[in-house]
């Protein structure tokens, strides 16, 4: 079994991850602070749009590809995958842009986000409660 559906929302995730590594890197630069986030705000904001997508969406691709190993159903992973995606783009543009982390556009970013996690968890437990 191959892994293509992982791989494609694989390589979107990896864009967008490059997008919020490049938006610290330039704020850095054009701010002059080179670690931590001086008590800037913007800086603040996009470390953080930049460290929730790190500490989220390893392990949701680690789960993705082990559904599909087990032979998930296609919708099940163009579903979860797209659920991830976008709850990720608009976690982030809500952080770097004028939503300043706050409101609605965090929370919808971190549902769809959640939404996908948790229907790649229960189609590993499912498998495993079918296993033994």
């Known amino acids: 079994m191959t892994l293509h559906l992982t791989a494609l929302f694989a390589g979107v995730l990896i864009f967008i991850q490059i997008a919020l590594t490049t938006l ?3 704020y850095r630069g054009k701010v002059g602070i080179n670690f931590m986030h001086g008590d800037d705000d ?11 997508f790190t500490e989220t969406v390893p392990i949701v691709l680690i789960a993705m590809a082990l559904a599909e190993l087990a032979g998930a159903p296609s919708w099940l992973m163009l579903a979860g995958g797209t659920s991830l995606v976008l709850g ?15 409101g609605a556009g965090r929370a919808a970013g971190m549902a ?16 495993f409660a079918n296993a033994v």
Do not use: C, D, K, Q
């Not at 990720?88 to 706050?102: D, E, P, Q, T, Y």
């Open 88 to 102: 990720r783009l608009i976690h982030a543009i809500n952080f770097v842009g004028s939503g300043g982390g706050v």
């Open 24 to 26: 610290v890197g330039v």
């Open 112 to 127: 769809f986000t959640t939404i996908s996690m948790a229907a790649f968890a229960i189609y590993g437990l499912m498998i």
């Open 42 to 52: 913007v800086l603040l904001r996009r470390m953080r749009a930049h460290g929730n």
